[in-house]
Every structure is written in structure tokens, then in C-alpha cells.
């Protein structure tokens, strides 16, 4: 697990770590400036003497980080400069000093400094403390920076992305790697700030968990979660890992089912009916042998069989779809997973009352996931699309609290909401992920998970994981222009064991 920070979170545990801790800031600094002296040595020290680093230091404490990295290296023998972009008066104290001690080292510090004979950029103009779009002076230093040639490191952010929500402030440094201290910061993961950022390390500076006073991050990743998923007992039998009832694909859409269904198995579910259109009955059948089929007239009893349910992937929003999630609301109070037209006839203002069961369902103990992507979010929750992009988390969380469930509200970069506490930003996948069916295979893989018993939030959780891993996976064998949906349902799981012995 690795947590994903605010700026205004990320300063209040460098308060509570200097205030509380008792550790100084300069100490704090000191150990910024020596990881990014050890980042940049890895890389060059063996060709140190044609090495010239240029660092662009602004007037806060991320400019105070550029001044004393330009201290070490060159103590160290390397060729540095720094060009100062701001007003030094302006300066924070901790720069300041910096600034003094400085002086006593070989550094070149005049302005005229040219980019272009430097073969090491390092962008220490803003960090955590960035606060209104990059202009002027600044813009140009950004544009200098971004135009020389040579290796980028970012310090802490690269300047003018938002720390927070990763978007673009004007304009920003488009960094080859990024050195983050402490905690990784939000917008080093979402984009585009991830783009910009490049590779991103984080460094280890002396804040740590201790730091956080109870008040820990509210968002985290994986990078890896084998340990998070349902233990599989070696004699189990195909009912001890769940009966999955998928409702899914009108006439003509039997490929929503399929991918569904195929995901569900692949994740682990030990049966899967699919109720789905007459129609689709022969194509189901040759799709999927392994799933059992029935039409929607056997749906109440298949909602006796069941043991957790999905809704949605192809269902359309005809009558019969309305008939079928009536009843799966209705006539069950089992675990359900609602995806693509069950959100959209929940949406419309004859799914109102439906939505309204839901709702009282959810707040009685009924496992409720929704799975929408931004287009979906935004027909439930009556806001735009580019205000659901713009806040994500936020939205999803209104949604899971409308619901009393968990939200995976999807995008590039999904993220999974409850009512309360910490979200997860997924960051596994590609944008081969972005190709039809690949919310259903999400649907069908949140599905088998469930099946075997995982709870809602973890099964959200891992799920999303995996989705995205098997895109990666898939993409390695196709590329990311050639995924389809099926690829990524095939590729669930595929590193599973390897990883595992791998670990061992
Ligand atoms: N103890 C600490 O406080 C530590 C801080 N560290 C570094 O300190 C950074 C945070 O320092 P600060 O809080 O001083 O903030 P920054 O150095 O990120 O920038 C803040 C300064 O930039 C100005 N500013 C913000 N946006 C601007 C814009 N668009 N155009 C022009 N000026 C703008 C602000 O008015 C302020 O003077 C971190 O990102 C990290 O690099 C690290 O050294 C680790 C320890
Ligand atoms: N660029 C991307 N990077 C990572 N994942 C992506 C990207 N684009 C789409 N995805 C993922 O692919 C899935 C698409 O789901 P959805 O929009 O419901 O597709 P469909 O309706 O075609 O099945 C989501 O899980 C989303 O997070
Ligand atoms: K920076």
C-alpha cells in the first residue's frame, strides 16, 4: 500500500514532524537535498566530469531543497549552477541560510546561465507550495527548462503541476524523473501530472507515519496485491467459491455477457449464470460453455440460486431491462454489483423509486457496488461530465453515499469511494483499457471476487487492481492499440503464480 498525499496534508505532517517530532526543518532539507544528490549520482558519477547541472531554484522551501543539492554536488566535485527565479527578499528563512552557506561553495549563481550547456536539468522552482498558475518569469524559466536538452529531475513536483489533482497550472516542467520527499503527492499519479512527472522515487526524508497524529492520508494505491485476494481452500468445491448470477446482454449484445462472464470465472467464482436475452441463448452457449444459461423468465429463481448478482453490462434500457433490475431490486437482498444500463435506468426519472429501494437497501446492509464511468456518474448525479472529472473523488463518494455502498467511479485513473474514510486510486492499466467491453470484463471480475466471499470494499478494491493489470498484461502481448476487452479477460490472473514465486 502507498499512500497519496495532499499539499495541505503533506505540510501538516512536515509540521507535525518538525513541531511535534522534534526533528528541524533544515534537517528535514538536508536529508531532501542528499536523496536527490544520491538519485543524480547513481546516474552520473561515472561520468562525472562531463556532467553540468543546472538547477532553476525558486524563492520557498523547494527552491531552499535546489540550493542545498547544489551544495552537495558540488562539494562533490560536479560543475553546478543555479539560477535564482524571484525575489531573494522574498525568501523563506530556511532558504535564506541555504542561500548563506551556499556561498562558500564552488557555485556559479550570476543569470547568465545558458540551458543549453548543461546536460542536467533540475527543476526546484515549486513544490507542494505551487498556489496559483505559472506566469511571467516563471512561465519562462518553465519554458528554458523544457526546451534544454539533457536529463530533467523534478524536485518534490515538477513546477506548475497541481500536487493535488495533478492538472497543469499554466504551464509545467516536463520532467524525466521525479524525486518526491516523503510521501508520493497525488498528482505525481494523476493525469496529466503523471505524465509530466516521468519515473517518480520517493525518498525517505524523515516523515514518516509517526507524523500523520492520527490524521492519516485519505488516498492510497497498490503496487502490488497478491496478499489481497480471497484465500482459495485446496478442497473447495465449485459451490465453495460462490455462485455468480450476471444479468446482462439484450438481443444483440450477448458480448457484454460473455466478457462478463468469462472475467468472473477468471477471477476465481466457482459458477455463473447469466440470465440474458433469448436471442443470445446459442451465442452465450458457444461464447462460454462453462456458464449456465438462463432466460429472464427464470430470473426469480435465479435469484434464489445466487449467492451475489450483476446488473448491467448490455442490458439496454427497453422494458425488459426495466422488469429486470425491478426485480433484482426487489425480490433480493444479496450482494449486487450494478454496472453501464442498470446505472443509466437508476439515472432516468422513472428509476427514481428503484433508486430509492437501493438506497434504503443499502442503509439496511445490502452490499451495493456501482461501477460507473464519468459518463454514467454524471447522468446519476445531475453534474457534468468535466465536473465529474475534475472531482473525481468527490463525486464518487456523493454517489456511495446516495447508495450506502461503494462507488468505482472509472476513469484513466478509477477510483474506488465508500461513504467514509480513505479512497483508492487505482494506477494499473493503459489506455488499451479504453476499448468497448472493458468495463464489462471490470463487472464480471468485482463479480468473482464477491462470489468468494470478499467484502465490498475489498473486492472493489483488488478488483480494479486486477482489471488493470491484466490491461497491462494484455498490452504487453498486443500492444496498447491492439487490446480488446477479451484480451484483458484472458490476461486476468496470468502473473499471478510468477509474482507469487517470485516473492518466495
Ligand atoms: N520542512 C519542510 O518544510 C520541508 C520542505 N521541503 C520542500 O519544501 C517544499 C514546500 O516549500 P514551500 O511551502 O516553501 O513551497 P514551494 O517552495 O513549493 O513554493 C512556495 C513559494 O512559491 C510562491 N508561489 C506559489 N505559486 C506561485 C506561482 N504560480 N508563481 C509565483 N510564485 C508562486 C509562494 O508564494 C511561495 O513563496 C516542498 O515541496 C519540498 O520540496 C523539503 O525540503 C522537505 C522538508
Ligand atoms: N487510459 C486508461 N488507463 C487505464 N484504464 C483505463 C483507461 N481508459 C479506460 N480504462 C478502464 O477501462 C474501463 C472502461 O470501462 P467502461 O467505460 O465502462 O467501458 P465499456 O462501457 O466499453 O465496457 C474502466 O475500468 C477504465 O478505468
Ligand atoms: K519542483
Not at 82 to 99: F, H, N, Y
Not at 143 to 169: H, Q, W, Y
Not at 351 to 367: D, I, M, N, P
Request: proline share 3%; aromatic share 6%; with cysteine.
Amino acid at each position: 500500500m502507498r499512500y497519496l498525499v495532499t499539499a495541505q496534508e503533506m505540510k501538516q505532517y512536515d509540521k507535525n514532524t518538525i513541531e511535534y517530532l522534534g526533528i528541524p526543518g533544515p534537517v528535514l532539507m538536508e536529508r531532501a537535498a542528499l536523496a536527490a544528490e544520491d538519485f543524480l549520482k547513481e546516474r552520473f558519477d561515472a561520468v562525472k566530469e562531463r556532467t553540468k547541472v543546472l538547477i532553476f531554484a525558486g524563492m520557498g522551501n523547494n527552491g531552499g531543497d535546489g540550493l542545498a543539492l547544489a551544495r552537495l554536488l558540488a562539494a562533490d566535485g560536479y560543475t553546478v549552477a543555479v539560477r535564482l527565479v524571484g525575489d531573494p527578499e522574498k525568501a523563506t528563512e530556511q532558504w535564506k541560510s541555504q542561500w548563506q552557506t551556499l556561498q562558500h561553495f564552488p557555485v556559479k549563481t550570476d543569470s547568465n546561465t545558458q540551458a543549453d550547456e548543461y546536460n542536467v536539468i533540475v527543476d526546484a522552482l515549486f513544490g507542494v507550495g505551487l498556489s496559483r498558475p505559472v506566469e511571467g518569469i516563471y512561465a519562462e524559466a518553465v519554458e528554458e527548462m523544457n526546451v534544454a536538452e539533457g536529463f530533467k529531475l523534478a524536485l518534490d513536483v515538477p513546477s506548475g503541476i497541481c500536487s493535488d489533482t495533478g492538472r497543469v497550472l499554466g504551464c509545467a516542467f516536463l520532467a524525466d524523473a521525479t524525486i518526491t520527499f516523503g510521501f508520493c503527492k497525488r498528482g505525481l499519479v494523476m493525469y496529466p501530472g503523471t505524465d509530466y512527472a516521468g519515473q517518480v522515487h520517493i525518498a525517505n526524508v524523515g516523515i514518516g507515519p509517526e507524523s500523520f497524529l492520527g490524521q492519516s492520508p485519505e488516498m492510497y494505491t497498490y503496487d502490488s496485491c497478491e496478499q489481497h485476494l480471497p484465500d482459495r481452500t485446496s478442497s473447495g468445491n465449485k459451490g465453495t467459491f460462490g455462485k455468480a448470477l450476471l444479468v446482462a446482454g439484450s438481443n444483440g449484445m450477448a458480448g457484454a455477457a460473455i466478457l462478463a462472464a468469462r472475467a468472473a470465472y477468471r477471477t476465481g467464482a466457482g459458477m455463473v449464470k447469466v440470465i440474458t436475452a433469448e436471442e443470445n441463448r446459442q451465442i452465450l452457449q458457444q461464447g462460454i460453455p462453462e456458464a449456465l444459461y438462463g432466460s429472464c423468465r427464470q430470473l426469480s429463481e435465479s435469484l434464489e440460486w445466487a449467492d451475489v448478482i450483476a446488473i448491467g453490462p448490455g442490458i439496454g434500457r427497453e422494458e425488459q431491462a426495466r422488469e429486470c433490475l425491478k426485480k433484482v431490486v426487489e425480490k433480493s437482498r444479496k450482494p449486487l454489483v450494478l454496472d453501464a444500463d442498470a446505472l443509466n435506468l437508476l439515472a432516468e426519472e422513472n428509476g427514481k423509486a428503484l433508486a430509492e429501494k437501493l438506497h434504503t437497501q443499502g442503509a439496511e446492509g445490502r452490499v451495493i457496488i456501482l461501477t460507473p464511468h464519468v459518463g454514467e456518474l454524471s447522468r446519476l448525479l445531475a453534474k457534468t461530465i468535466p465536473e465529474c472529472k475534475k472531482e473525481l473523488p468527490e463525486c464518487g463518494r456523493e454517489l456511495a453515499e446516495r447508495f450506502h455502498g461503494v462507488a468505482v467511479a472509472k476513469d484513466a485513473r478509477t477510483i474506488v469511494c465508500k461513504e467514509q474514510g480513505e479512497f483508492y486510486l487505482n494506477t494499473t492499466g493503459n489506455s488499451g483499457m479504453a476499448t468497448a467491453g472493458s468495463g464489462d470484463v471490470l463487472t464480471g471480475v468485482i463479480l468473482g471476487l464477491l462470489a468468494q466471499g470478499m467484502n465490498a470494499i475489498d473486492a472493489a478494491v483488488n478488483g480494479v487492481y486486477l482489471h488493470g493489470r491484466a490491461g497491462e498484461l494484455a498490452a504487453k502481448l498486443h500492444t496498447e492499440y491492439g487490446v480488446m476487452a477479451g484480451d484483458i479477460a484472458d490476461c486476468l490472473m496470468k502473473d499471478y503464480d510468477e509474482k507469487e514465486s517470485v516473492k518466495k
